[in-house]
């Protein structure tokens, strides 16, 4: 449930909120705003699924995926700072992919 909580009010704030909003179309993603729209999509329906405790190893394939190209994009950037200012940084985003790859483990197919 903490899982699909973080996933839903994320979705939430990047489609209501600008700041959030701002900061992923400033990602030098292609198509930027087809992808905030897919990756809103994608984590409000995969969210909803955790929240209802259906389909959970297929909801979390895709927002494993979210995690890790937000790893990549927002947070590797930070080890040039060096490594404290790197896991202070990515603390939610690194303990978000450990929970998803938990829930794959734990559901069967």
Excluded: W
Excluded at 58 to 68: C, E, Q, R
Excluded at 70 to 88: D, E, S
Excluded at 95 to 104: A, P, Q
């Amino acid at each position: 449930m903490t899982v699909a909580y973080v996933f839903i009010t994320s979705a939430l704030m990047k489609l209501m909120g600008t700041e959030l909003t701002n900061h992923f179309l400033g990602l030098g993603l292609p198509y930027p705003h087809m992808m905030l729209k897919l990756v809103i999509l994608i984590e409000i329906v995969c969210g909803i699924l955790l929240l209802v405790n259906k389909a959970i190893k297929n909801a979390v394939v895709p927002l494993i995926g979210i995690m890790i190209a937000a790893l990549l994009l927002t947070k590797v950037p930070l080890l040039h700072n060096g490594l404290l200012p790197f896991a202070f940084g990515a603390r939610l985003d690194i303990v978000m992919l450990v929970l998803l790859v938990c829930l794959y483990k734990q559901y069967p197919r």
